[in-house]
Structure formats: structure tokens, C-alpha cells
T-cell receptor, first 114, second 111 residues
Framework: DAGITQSPRHKVTETGTPVTLRCHQT?????MYWYRQDPGHGLRLIHY???????DKGEVSDGYSVSRSKTEDFLLTLESATSSQTSVYFC?????????????FGSGTRLTVV | DQQVKQNSPSLSVQEGRISILNCDYT??????FLWYKKYPAEGPTFLIS?????DKNEDGRFTVFLNKSAKHLSLHIVPSQPGDSAVYFC??????????FGAGTTVTVRA
């Protein structure tokens, strides 16, 4: 969906280095999310935001931090990357309406920590 | 502990036949359920949803059934088409704007 843009699309980084992933939305959604996708686990919530400067932890938040200084941008930072953080990261925003809770996802960032 | 479970990692079905994907959940507070479809190298896309006050929702070839007493929902795709080959994720929400996802089921539609 063109409304959610993630950057970079691919990244290889070394263990111990900080990494920041970016998510930009053009749909003015209040809520934004970061998920990671791993085989056998599906999509797991890392952090989410319910407004500018308002964020909260998800189920797998250890080793990650987020920031949201503007409605349209949501950043995910790996403070010191580890091999266990090799994954595909998806940003989402929404919901599309009050009743269907449908969220729009970005195309993902494939992160490899070597 | 995963609150949404998709116990079948994969499903193979012949074109034109019905695909049935199953999902179980453990959290009785979930009140909204969604299915997402995902192609390789793309993000998940919303497919269909159902609220806990309903037991069926239909959208074209896709129908979702909810059995609250069994904490079970299913997605029926009729008829299955080659373009339906994808990973399907079941998700649920407690009305708190957060989604919990299952591990996904890979559907392969054979010609």
C-alpha cells in the first residue's frame, strides 16, 4: 500500500551496532505499529504508538526502542543489534475505520545481523 | 504464550475446490478477528474481519465463521484460485487497537 513506506528495504549490519528503521505514513492514522515476522511465530508486536510522543511496549520489546515526533513518522531503533534480531520488520498504521480494525502494512524491511 | 494459534502450517488445494483455514484462540476477551493475506516480499493485506457479535461474515469468495464457545474461527475460500496462493494470518484484538497474530498458514492452489 502506497500509504505506508518503510526504509530501508534491506539492511545488513554487524552485531553490536545501532540500527534505525523508518516508517512513514500518508494516511494520518493515529495508531502505528512495529511488528517482526519470524518462521513459526507469525507477526509479533514490538512497540506501538497511539499518538505523537505516545508509545507503549508490545510482546517482544526487549532490545528495541521507538520514537514518534510527528504523526506520519515512526522510528524503530535497535540499540545494539544482535543475531536474534535478524528478521523481517513490518510497520503498520490504522485502523481504517472504527469497526473493522483493519490496518495497512508497509512492504517490510529485511534486516540481517552478522 | 501465543494467544492465537494456526495449527496447520500449510494447505494444498486443487483449483476450484474449497480452502478451509482454521484458527484457535485462548483469550476470551478478544472481540474482533481478522484475516490477512501475504505474498512473498510484500506486507500483509487485510482480507476480511468479523466481530464477536456475529458468527459469519461473507465477502465474495471469502467467508469467515466464528464459534465463540469453541474459541475457533475459520476462513473459507470458494472457489480457490491460483492467485490465492499465499500465507494467511489470523489475527485478533481485545478492542485495544492491538492485534495478536497466529503463525500463519501457507496455501498452495494446484492447477
Amino acid at each position: 500500500d502506497a500509504g505506508i513506506t518503510q526504509s530501508p528495504r534491506h539492511k545488513v549490519t554487524e552485531t553490536g551496532t545501532p540500527v534505525t528503521l523508518r516508517c512513514h505514513q500518508t494516511e494520518n492514522h493515529r495508531y502505528m505499529y512495529w511488528y517482526r515476522q519470524d518462521p513459526g511465530h507469525g507477526l509479533r508486536l514490538i512497540h506501538y504508538s497511539y499518538g505523537v510522543k505516545d508509545t507503549d511496549k508490545g510482546e517482544v520489546s526487549d532490545g528495541y526502542s521507538v520514537s514518534r515526533s510527528k504523526t506520519e513518522d515512526f522510528l524503530l531503533t535497535l540499540e545494539s543489534a544482535t543475531s536474534s534480531q535478524t528478521s523481517v520488520y513490518f510497520c503498520a498504521a490504522g485502523p481504517k475505520g472504527e469497526v473493522d480494525y483493519g490496518y495497512t502494512f508497509g512492504s517490510g524491511t529485511r534486516l540481517t545481523v552478522v | 504464550d501465543q494467544q492465537v494459534k494456526q495449527n496447520s502450517p500449510s494447505l494444498s488445494v486443487q483449483e476450484g475446490r474449497i480452502s478451509i483455514l482454521n484458527c484457535d484462540y485462548t483469550n476470551s476477551m478478544f472481540d474482533y478477528f481478522l484475516w490477512y493475506k501475504k505474498y512473498p516480499a510484500e506486507g500483509p493485506t487485510f482480507l476480511i474481519s468479523i466481530s464477536s457479535i456475529k458468527d459469519k461474515n461473507e465477502d465474495g469468495r471469502f467467508t469467515v465463521f466464528l464459534n465463540k464457545s469453541a474459541k475457533h474461527l475459520s476462513l473459507h475460500i470458494v472457489p480457490s484460485q491460483p492467485g490465492d496462493s499465499a500465507v494467511y494470518f489470523c489475527a485478533a484484538s481485545e478492542n485495544d487497537y492491538k492485534l495478536s497474530f497466529g503463525a500463519g498458514t501457507t496455501v498452495t492452489v494446484r492447477a
